[in-house]
Nanobody, 122 residues
């Protein structure tokens, strides 16, 4: 059974950092690309980054601001999102998702985690 579980959310002060983890089970992240997304209250879901099965990171056009970094640890079957210099507008529920098909980042996500709340205080 494919499962994705996000951890690492919480309250952080503006200017601080946070690392989120997407722990995968039921499949290996060396076979599928994983993406990170966020959704703030009253706003549409925003795509942030994706990492391919071989570890190539890519960042979606609307979020090439350099403050977020995606990475993976195959031994832990986990994908990370390192967030630096956080701002209050980064407050959102952050979720990870797995591509539906084997391979690269195509934008076709078939499985989603429940999400983790990140709140940035000013």
């Amino acid at each position: 059974q494919v499962q994705l579980r996000e951890t690492g959310g919480g309250l952080v002060q503006a200017g601080g950092s946070r690392r989120l983890a997407c722990v995968a089970s039921g499949f290996t992240i060396d076979h599928y690309a994983i993406g990170w997304f966020r959704q703030a209250p009253g706003k549409e879901r925003e795509a942030l980054a994706c990492i391919s099965r071989v570890g190539e990171p890519s960042y979606y056009p609307d979020y090439k601001q350099g403050r977020f970094t995606i990475s993976k640890d195959s031994a832990k079957n986990t994908v990370y999102l390192q967030m630096d210099n956080l701002k209050p507008e980064d407050t959102a529920v952050y979720s990870c998702a797995r591509e539906a098909l084997w391979g690269s980042c195509t934008g076709d996500y078939g499985y989603w985690g429940q999400g983790t709340q990140v709140t940035v205080s000013s």
